[in-house]
């Protein structure tokens, strides 16, 4: 999944039509619902039950979240986003904000081992999601602009994630 997003970021930055936008949205978008799926599952014992209730949840807090936020998405004929409102259209990326916000607080509050690195997982995002929203205002004033840390923050946290899964959320199957 890692691979598929680069790659779709790549063809939407090369091509930059409805094609290539699907090809970096659908990977994006999966590896996100997938990695907060397999981390409920196996936060949960690996129960069916519990996992499909707290999937729930999750599913109906982040479409609320997307719900509110989805407007201040506009993209060009170029495959360049311009946000409807200040955030460059960076709000889109909410939804994803809060799930990683809230996985930060509830595993330091249980102390979980994976803390740490969900909380550095956050702080890079966050500071990516900075990097996309003053894009356009820096590229202005610079002629460089700053989207290309976004991508490189973005596979930071992607990693820290994947690292995060493997080390601290084993399978169960596996850990007996």
Avoid at 21 to 39: K, N
Avoid at 53 to 58: D, F, L, N, P
Avoid at 100 to 106: E, G, Q, R, V, Y
Avoid at 147 to 176: C, D, M, Q
Wanted: hydrophobic share 50%; net charge positive.
């Amino acid at each position: 999944m890692a691979a598929l997003i680069g790659v779709g970021s790549f063809l939407f930055h090369t091509f930059a039509n409805s094609y290539a936008e699907l090809a970096d949205v659908v990977p994006i978008w999966s590896f996100v619902a997938l990695y907060v799926f397999v981390v409920i599952y196996r936060s949960t014992g690996e129960d069916v039950k519990r996992t499909v209730r707290i999937a729930t949840i999750a599913i109906f807090v982040a479409g609320t979240v997307f719900w509110f936020t989805s407007g201040d998405i506009v993209t060009d004929t170029y495959g360049h986003d311009h946000g409807s409102g200040r955030l460059n259209g960076s709000l889109q990326y909410l939804p994803a904000l809060v799930a990683l916000i809230i996985f930060s607080l509830i595993t330091t509050f249980r102390r979980h081992p994976a803390r740490r690195m969900i909380v550095f997982a956050t702080m890079a995002f966050s500071l990516s999601l900075v990097m996309r929203t003053i894009d356009h205002s820096v590229c202005d004033l610079t002629g460089i602009g700053t989207h290309f840390l976004w991508h490189i923050l973005n596979a930071v946290l992607v990693g820290l994630l994947l690292v995060t899964l493997v080390r601290e959320y084993p399978p169960f199957a596996s850990a007996k």
